[in-house]
């Protein structure tokens, strides 16, 4: 037993037909491996200072092939002080516990310099800055740098001598 098809019909089958194939590729696309985040380097990672002293931190983002820079934000103790800032491709804006840099033209990588003073009563002290880069495809951490300070009182006899 046969049955005709009018083309209606046909045109349907085709449509059906390439709808599922549609999906099958966009499902394929959906589970692909997400692009890599842009590239950050960071320095210094860790450091120990004396109290008083300033320590810079220089970070270098670099964006992905078609990706680019939009913000980079960064988070610090607020007993830090920055002493001076620059951003080779913007300016850094600049608050009590945080700096940013927010770019109005296109940038694919950008290196900023951020010098902090430590304070002077800090010795024992930890501190942190760390933070975000946002790019027109991604949003990504840039990692943390600690700054340890060394204690400005080291027990200079930590071995009593004995009693006789």
Known sequence: MTRKTNYREQGRAVFL???????????SAAFAAPAAAAETDRTPEDITVDPGETVELELTITA???????????????ELEIVESNSDEGQVLEDDDSWEVVYLEAVDSDTITVEYEVPADAAGETFTSSGDVVTTEDEFDTDTTTIS????????????????
Do not use: C, R
């Open 17 to 27: 037909a390439a709808i599922m194939v549609l999906s099958v590729v966009a499902m």
């Open 64 to 78: 992905d092939d078609g990706d680019q820079l939009e913000v980079v934000s960064e988070e610090f103790d607020s």
């Open 149 to 164: 300070v060394e204690d400005d009182d080291p027990d200079p006899d930590p071995d009593p001598p004995a009693e006789e």
